[in-house]
């Protein structure tokens, strides 16, 4: 039984617990949930995302092996146990490639998958609920369900003796990135749907010679549970609204639903989603905007220190942007605002850009010294009581981890880790 059905079997029990997935590959953010989980001791679930991670290197330049090994060396010079980390494959199918043909989109899936698996993710979302090139634009169930055995068939081979998988299957599921608009009327998964997905996925994992041992390794599945946000909206979690979805699940032995973007919602509604066996929570842009919103006031600082060579980080940020606008202009219908601020935090595509990375380094070269406690104050008041009590150093990168954890606790509450 891998760790994961271990837990699993708990919430089954009865028992509020759950596990919160960090989907985000910047050092800032893994180093921060790499901290909450050692002070937890705690599991720790990080996911990489088809987009972020593939065989040709993602928009990261990294191959699922490189980024299983990057995040393991900094897991263990921070003193993290190997058997807290959990790895997990997200939107592992065939949505890179959507504007290709489906079979050739699909054999690249596979490759995908082969990859990940060998690379030792334990995990792997089966997501093949977009459609290709040749597809209509709504795939029927029994398709998508065909796909996901195809790819999970693909798992199997390409496992070690002795190493343990589970599977995500869901037809209803967000986009990856998240979405540009929010739906007025945001209504959870029927529960019709629900068994659907349930009966298609069984159906088409036998038809593909999948055993029954198989078909128990899936553990979740993703539906809307009346979650989401966009540019500048937020759709709270009504627990009234999910109250079938819930009572389904509950009836299910040994599954679980998995949320997708819980980002942003409040630590009583993570706790409740928890609470009606949504236990796999699912954050990545609140992170990767928490590190910007801190990196940013971190920027106010620094100019108000003039340092002889300034960072410039914000003004570096948005040149990056408007010279390559791919990573937003389908979901920004201008460069205002929403271009460096936005829920959605399109920005965390750029990171990885020399320039980015030049100027966050100039950055914390011109913070080196303690922060003056008044700045800290004025542009960070929410981590200022805790600085001037000594529970946070005035560094600059105490600082920007303590943002990140603020989010991560959240999360660790909600999951009962703490």
Known sequence: MSRIHQLIASAKAGQPSGIYSVCSAHPLVLEAAIRRAKADQSLLLIEATANQVNQFGGYTGQTPAQ???????????????????????????????????????????????????????????????????????????EVIAERAARLCAVAERSARPGQTLCYVIGTEVPAPGGVAELEHQLEPT?????????????????AAGLTTEVWHKVIALVVQPGVEFDNQSVHLYQPQQAVELSHFIKAQPGLVFEAHSTDYQNSALLRQLVQDQFAILKVGPELTLALREALFCLNLMEEELQPAVPSNLRAVCKAQMLASPGYWQSFYSKPDWQLLYSYSDRIRYYWPEQPMQQAVQQLLNNLAQPVPLPLIRQFMPDLYPAVKLGQIPAQAKALLLARLDAVLGSYATACGFH
Not at 72 to 78: E, F, H
Not at 190 to 206: E, R
């Open 67 to 141: 980024f299983i090994a990057k995040v393991q060396a900094q897991a263990a010079g921070l003193g993290l146990a190997t058997e807290q980390l959990i790895f997990g494959g997200d939107h592992l199918g065939p949505v890179v490639w959507r504007k290709e043909p489906a079979e050739q989109a699909m054999q690249k899936a596979e490759a995908l998958i082969a990859a990940f698996v060998e690379a030792g993710f334990e995990k792997i979302h089966l997501d093949t609920s977009m459609a290709c090139a040749d597809d209509p634009a709504a795939l029927p169930d």
């Open 190 to 206: 029927p529960v019709a749907n629900v068994q659907q997905t349930l009966d298609s996925h069984q159906q088409a994992f036998a």
